[in-house]
């Protein structure tokens, strides 16, 4: 077989190309009892909703069909916005107004709590040293705790809400700033970006490093790629969804793509399926001629 050279083998890694980042597609949705504040997923076939004050429940912890499995905290409910499960399976969720941390395992029972120190806890994301980033929105701050509750760092940023941590870094939404700041694990500022969000709330990433970001105020939810490009934006209008229109406020992203999103008028959780990226097919009659002389030069005004 002949050698490919060099400068075909690298081009050749740039096919396919991405075309386009198709729109998701409804799949269904399901009851979720309280108001979806916030969303996650545990990789084992569940989903966990975080609830408004009054619903009865701090959090309510459902299949991916809807089937209500177990409900958290309905002793004590309080507004809970944030939630994230550490790498023991135990589940965090950020008490809104009691301004504290409180950790469940995954059968609701209690095993800690700890107060912030802010003036509200929001949302919360973890790293793989189940470190905690907590947003204090009514006070600007970020704040990272360990496990048990230990203050590591504390930062400012403006009115946060959502967050996410991935490959170092840790992504905070300003609600009311349209935009999303970067800062390393002790808040070190490493940019922001523009979102074109008028009230954000929750942010989740996907397994790519893509970025998804629920707007409640413009009833829209918008996917960013890490650079922050807006890859596509979902409206309040989802054909197929008999209870609308959507206004997203929790979002969470399963491994293959799956997106969970909260809807606050109507009490639903929707499902949607991300399609296929796009991509140009190439014959390798085609390359090869591309890489002739007379073809590099056909080419190299285009």
């Not at 075309?19 to 597609?25: C, F, L, S």
């Not at 941590?165 to 905070?172: A, E, L, P, Q, R």
């Not at 105020?217 to 989802?238: E, H, I, Y």
Request: glycine share 14%; hydrophobic share 40%.
């Amino acid at each position: 077989m002949r050698r490919i050279l060099p400068a075909v083998a690298f081009l050749l890694t740039l096919i396919p190309a991405v075309a386009a980042n198709a729109q998701p597609a409804f799949v269904t949705s399901w009851n979720s009892v309280g108001i979806p504040l916030g969303l996650l997923l545990d990789g084992a076939g569940h989903l966990y909703s975080t609830c408004e004050d009054g619903s009865g429940a701090v959090l309510r912890k459902f299949d991916l069909t809807g089937n209500l499995l177990a409900v958290f905290g309905d002793a004590n409910p309080y507004e809970g916005y944030g939630v994230v499960r550490l790498s023991d399976g135990s589940i965090a969720v950020a008490d809104y107004y009691g301004k504290r941390v409180q950790r469940f395992d995954d059968g609701g029972t209690l095993l800690s709590s700890w107060p912030t120190g802010g003036l509200s806890a929001v949302y919360l994301a973890a790293d793989a040293s189940d470190n905690l980033y907590l947003t204090d929105g009514e006070g600007d701050r970020v704040r990272k705790f360990s496990k048990p509750g230990v203050l590591l760092a504390d930062w400012a940023s403006p009115h946060p809400t959502g967050i996410g941590y991935f490959g170092g870094i840790v992504y905070v939404v300003g609600r009311n700033n349209g935009t999303v700041s970067k800062y390393g694990p002790t808040g070190t500022p490493l940019g922001s970006f523009p979102t074109g969000l008028t009230a954000a709330i929750q942010l989740a990433i996907d397994a790519s490093g893509n970025l998804y970001i629920a707007d409640w105020g413009a009833f829209q939810l918008r996917k960013f790629a890490p650079n922050g490009a807006v890859l596509w934006t979902q409206s309040s209008a989802v054909p197929g969804y008999a209870f609308g229109p959507l206004r997203q406020h929790g979002v969470t992203v399963a491994a293959d793509g799956t997106i969970y999103v909260g809807d606050y008028d109507h009490r639903r959780v929707l499902v949607f399926s991300q399609g296929s990226t796009a991509a140009a097919a190439t014959s390798w009659g085609q390359l090869k001629a591309r890489f002739r002389p007379e073809g590099l030069a056909a080419g190299a005004g285009k």
